[in-house]
């Protein structure tokens, strides 16, 4: 490895010592909620058993269920394998609380492009627009909400659900916060008490000490392949909220009828808890990454969003390249120094559910893990690095010098 490269990453890391502390105290406050809930529901051995079929009486299932539901802040939960990415548990929430004729309002602008055709802003025969119902978007300013928009928006029309999506996906805004959460759905309860409000949590799960749903969320939805799973959950997502949205979910999900009473584990179970179990740590560790990585990477010249001492909302970090190549470079340089397929050499093509040519660098365990160090970008301008995730800091730290010795070479 470069020693310059080395000794500016250690320099860095030496002054980041403050903020490393105050993401360790996080990590205890959040282990010490996820590991209260393991008490308080009485996990044992038992619960890691397992169900095929219909998945009728699966004790292990309700107890996870249980478990999400307390750290999580919410009524209810629904936790299954089933659902196969977030962009899927989004999915189906908005075809369990959507009817034709509802208005559909997201207030962070343009979600991300996997909505798209789920939406209808791309057409697809089975968008939520073919089933005429109607979205409307209102964009951020200034990074915060427009609420003289949104009030003039609500009033105008019966707004059925409002989206909001935290982490800034392929966009150039910055995610949005707990305490700006907060002031918004206060706002938005005062104009219309009865609006849905649901939140896209991907990315930003135990980054804060409190969950959406804390501050008046009725529902939030998330992946398992991102902070709660903790690397180890093989698939999965999660929607927990209000009790009847929960259940209103469940039906979509399997049938209505039966919802949340089917639905087999096939031996996940272990997975989800241990990988819950360790989430606090593994977030943690991806913060610091994410924060180093942008220390350094400011050093060399490059524009970054968030800044090192930055409030974060979520594990994503930005590194606007300006220039495709040292893009494309910077997430060969990931590739080249993860555990699996190291030899391969990413390169942009077409990606389901995306409008522009993507570069993904993710040698995981689990596939499309982001919790798991990754790196990733659609080839348009500004040339946008989105890089999450470290399982561990010291395999974080190892990456990055890799990845910035390829992109300096």
């Not at 799960?205 to 902070?227: Q, R, T, W």
């Not at 913060?287 to 060399?300: C, D, F, M, W």
């Amino acid at each position: 490895m470069n020693k310059n490269i080395i000794n500016l990453v250690n320099e860095s890391e030496l002054e980041l010592t403050d903020i490393y502390k105050d993401i360790d105290n996080l990590c205890y406050k959040n282990s010490e909620k996820v590991l209260q809930a393991f008490w308080n529901n009485n996990v044992t051995e038992s619960v890691f058993n397992s169900t095929t079929g219909y998945g009728y009486n699966d004790l292990g299932r309700d107890v996870i269920e249980k478990i999400f539901a307390e750290v999580l802040g919410g009524e209810k939960a629904l936790v299954r394998s089933q659902f196969i990415s977030g962009s899927h548990a989004l999915t189906v929430a908005l075809f369990a609380y959507l009817r034709p004729g509802d208005n559909l309002l997201s207030i962070t602008g343009k979600p991300y492009d996997t909505l798209d055709e789920v939406i209808g802003i791309k057409d697809n025969p089975s968008s939520l627009k073919s089933y005429n119902i109607n979205y409307l978007e209102i964009d951020l300013i200034d990074n915060d909400f427009d609420y003289n928009k949104i009030k003039e928006t609500i009033i105008g029309n019966k707004i059925k659900l409002i989206e909001i999506q935290r982490s800034k996906g392929y966009s150039t805004r910055k995610s949005i916060t707990i305490d700006k959460l907060k002031k918004v759905i206060k706002f938005i309860k005062n104009i219309d008490n009865n609006i849905i409000i649901m939140i896209d949590n991907c990315y930003c799960e135990f980054v804060e000490d409190k969950s959406p749903l804390e501050v008046g969320a009725d529902i939030i939805v998330g992946s398992l392949i991102k902070n709660l799973g903790g690397g180890i959950a093989p698939n999965g997502g999660y929607i927990v909220g209000r009790k009847d949205l929960v259940e209103l979910a469940g039906e979509r999900l399997t049938l209505p009828g039966e919802g949340m009473e089917v639905g087999p584990t096939l031996g996940i179970n272990r997975y989800i808890l241990q990988g819950l179990y360790n989430a606090p740590h593994v977030v943690s560790s991806s913060l610091k990454i994410a924060i180093l990585t942008s220390k350094v990477l400011e050093k060399l010249g490059y524009e970054v969003e968030p800044k090192y001492n930055d409030k974060r909302a979520d594990i994503v970090q930005n590194i606007i390249f300006k220039d495709k190549n040292k893009l494309i470079k910077y997430c060969r340089g990931i590739q080249s120094a993860s555990p699996i397929d190291s030899n391969s050499t990413p390169i942009p093509d077409d990606m389901p559910g995306y409008t522009d040519k993507v570069i993904m660098a993710a040698g995981t365990f689990i596939q499309g893990s982001s919790i798991e160090l990754s790196c990733d970008g659609p080839i348009r301008e500004p040339y946008i690095a989105y890089q999450q995730g470290s399982i561990t800091y010291e395999y974080g730290k190892i990456v990055l010098i890799k990845a910035i010795e390829n992109l300096e070479n």
